[in-house]
């Protein structure tokens, strides 16, 4: 039986550093934000403790900067009390403060709830204590030995290059971006439920239908696709050799990877992930054929320089295959030089001289030439036409 | 997801704003009201503690109404001393619906009113402003998702069999409070007949996932979605699209037409009232499986099964 990941309910007393830093601790951690609440949330008092009591959250964390954020947050506290005091088992309340003040007001306020103190998120220390906090409490061990794989994949890739190594990893219930350098912090994205099986709906229900609809090289009407991502949410391992169950799996990994960088870049970590000289792709992407696998990272990793991009495989997902190079070209001065002992991997040298941002055509007339041909480029014709 | 008799937990997640509930212990009867309340979206805040004048632990002390009363306006919500009176009352029409920790009374107006009623015959064993849970003994079928509010009604089956698609043309006023059996597949037109018509709720193979968006809105997923409001209730038993239902399952709904049953929209399960000797459940031999394409579930044959297919029983 799966076993949900750990829901979070948040609640900064602003917009800012204290906001963007629980948002990223709750990616490195691997839990799920299942609803973020501030004081100027437009939601009225009712809506908002009904909101909390649907998310039914394992934690509630307040962020408060000093006691007038305290203030700030007390409707919130309020709303939480109304809407899941009664909840069982009872939300755990997380205050991340620095401030004695904050404490003070906050604790009253959460005094039916078992409260933890952890220190000022918006310090490296106060984050990284807020993440060990978060994954101790999670009870999906194997997706957090999952994610704890992946990291460590990350690093042991970055010593072994000596350079900046980013590990993109989408599984069926979560998508993980991770990225190492040797001598630098470790930067880790696990968002869930996000992924390409059991939480195929939720990319739908982020990123809507038509974006999903529009990385797929040919023409499909909307009902048909969104039976095949709601069959794939509720049978999820079910493999399929079709074409089109296929081009949903690649469709929902594109979005899937563009929301796990949304979300990393509303913790104010997206623009630093993608300066990387390696890319290793693993989990699902990874067992895509391997001209698409490269293909979705040229289409969805906003890539300045030119990365050798790796493919994770073997039992323990640790073997790592080259798997081509891609050269970005966007101003239309593509560098093809390879050095001597440097390999091309199994699809080779992608120069990529799409503008960007990459924009696709709304129109399907416009639409699917454009994707069957990005598609025919890597050698991967298009046959269906469902 | 087989048929299956046995003692049951049937909780009800209730929404906030809890007015009236079925103490624990209580006796039910499927469909009785165990739960009510009203929708609350706006508050207003009065300050009460500070008004008359005491600490906001104390405040219990000098409460007049508690929560979740209603009130009138200028309804004194609480006072203090004899001589020089001090009190608070409210501005407004509504319910007291909560006190903060500082003291203050939130009142909400009364705009919409929801009820929740028990699932299965039982016993109230949990009973607070979260959820209600009744345990009680009852046949159970568990489905894929189910979309709508709870639904109660007597079982009656509207197709000729387990791959027939629910028929518009099938639905009539004449089946208003019935739970009706569906088939393989009930198009958005079946479902929102049936709900014009005053059918419960409609049980069925599979939905199309566009048609169910088109009934219950754009942010639908596949999980399911409780509803408190008056719309149609769908239970989708094995997949989205088309799914003929294997004769393990439709077999003994049929045999269960005319006995009072629930769909209960929080844990996705048909439940049916009728004693335990009221269906014989064939032996369970049919696998099902996702069509390539993803786009329906089918009946393969067990000889020829492959490991992508999953037997009834399997769990989920």
Not at chain 1, 116 to 130: C, F, K, S, T, W
Not at chain 1, 248 to 253: M, Y
Not at chain 2, 87 to 101: K, Y
């Amino acid at each position: 039986m799966t076993v949900r990941p750990l829901r979070v309910a948040m609640a900064a007393a602003q917009a800012g550093p204290v906001s963007r830093s629980m948002r990223r601790a709750i990616l490195a951690a691997g839990a799920e934000l299942a609803v973020a609440l501030d004081p100027a949330d437009p939601r009225s008092f009712g809506e908002r403790a009904q909101a909390l009591r649907d998310a039914h959250p394992d934690v509630a964390l307040f962020g408060a900067a000093d006691g007038a954020d305290a203030d700030r947050l007390a409707l919130v506290a309020e709303a939480l009390r109304f809407g899941c005091a009664a909840q069982r088992p009872a939300p755990h309340a997380l205050v991340v403060t620095g401030d004695a003040g904050a404490v003070s007001r906050m604790r009253p306020l959460l005094a039916e709830f078992e409260v933890v103190i952890l220190p000022d998120v918006r310090a490296n220390e106060g984050r990284r204590a807020l993440a060990v906090h978060l994954r101790a409490m999670r009870r999906d061990v194997a997706a957090a030995e999952r994610d704890d794989a992946l990291e460590a994949l990350a690093f042991a890739a970055a010593e072994a290059h000596a350079a900046a190594v980013l590990v993109v990893d989408v599984s069926g219930a979560s998508t993980s971006i991770v990225r190492a350098q040797p001598g630098a912090a470790l930067i880790a994205v696990h968002a869930r439920p996000l992924g390409i099986g059991s939480a195929a709906d939720r990319v739908v229900a982020r990123a809507g239908l038509d974006r999903v609809r529009r990385w797929i090289p040919w023409a499909v009407d909307q009902p048909t696709l969104l039976e095949r991502v709601f069959n794939r949410a509720r049978w999820p391992g079910v493999l399929s050799s079709a074409a089109e169950a296929r081009a949903v799996e690649i469709a929902l990994a594109h979005e899937a990877i563009a929301h796990a960088l949304a979300d990393a870049t509303a913790a104010g970590i997206g623009p630093a992930l993608c300066t990387v000289g390696h890319v290793i792709v693993s989990g699902g992407l990874a067992e895509l054929p391997p001209p698409i696998s490269l293909l979705v990272v040229a289409d969805t990793l906003d890539l300045a320089e030119r990365v050798a991009v790796h493919r994770a495989s073997g039992a323990d997902g640790t073997t790592l295959r080259p798997l081509g190079v891609i050269a970005p070209a966007s101003d239309g001065r593509g560098s093809l030089s390879l050095a001597r002992d440097q390999d091309a991997g199994e699809v080779g040298i992608l120069v990529d001289g799409r503008p960007r941002p990459l924009v696709i055509p709304v129109r399907d007339a416009e639409r699917v030439p454009a994707v069957a041909r990005w598609y025919e480029a890597v050698g991967v014709p298009v046959e269906a036409t469902a | 997801m087989t048929w299956g008799y046995g003692p049951r937990t049937v909780e009800h997640p209730l929404p906030v704003g809890a007015a009236r509930l079925a103490p624990e212990g209580t006796v039910v009867r499927a469909g009785d009201v165990i739960a009510s309340g009203a929708t609350v979206t706006r508050v207003l805040v009065v300050s009460v503690a500070r008004r008359v004048g005491v600490e906001p632990g104390d405040l219990d002390r000098v409460l007049r109404v508690r929560p979740v009363a209603d009130v009138a306006r200028n309804d004194i919500l609480a006072r203090t001393g004899r001589t020089f009176t001090r009190a608070a009352a409210s501005p407004i029409d509504g319910r007291l619906v909560h006190i903060t920790i500082g003291g203050d009374a939130c009142i909400a107006p009364v705009v919409d009113d929801w009820r929740v009623r028990s699932a299965i015959d039982g016993i109230v064993a949990r009973s607070d402003a979260a959820a209600l849970a009744v345990e009680g003994e009852c046949w159970a079928l568990a489905g894929l998702a189910a979309y709508g509010p709870d639904a109660l009604g007597v079982l009656a089956v509207a197709v000729d069999g387990p791959a027939d698609a629910l028929a518009p043309s099938r639905i009539d006023v004449l089946q208003k409070g019935r739970i009706l059996v569906g088939g393989a597949r009930a198009a958005a037109e079946a479902i929102t007949r049936a709900h014009a018509c005053g059918v419960s709720g409609v049980v069925v193979g599979a939905a199309p996932a566009g048609g169910l968006r088109v009934v219950y809105g754009d942010d639908l997923d596949a999980r399911g979605l409780l509803t408190f409001d008056d719309r149609p209730t769908v239970l989708c038993l094995i997949g989205f699209g088309s799914a003929e239902l294997p004769r393990e399952i439709f077999d003994p709904l049929a045999s269960f037409a005319g006995q009072r049953a629930s769909i209960h929209v929080a844990s996705a399960s048909l439940f049916v009232m009728a004693p335990a000797t009221a269906a014989r459940l064939p032996a369970a031999g049919s696998r099902i499986a996702l069509a390539d394409d993803h786009a329906s579930v089918r009946i393969v044959d067990p000889e020829a099964a492959s490991p992508e297919a999953l037997a009834l029983d399997a769990d989920r």
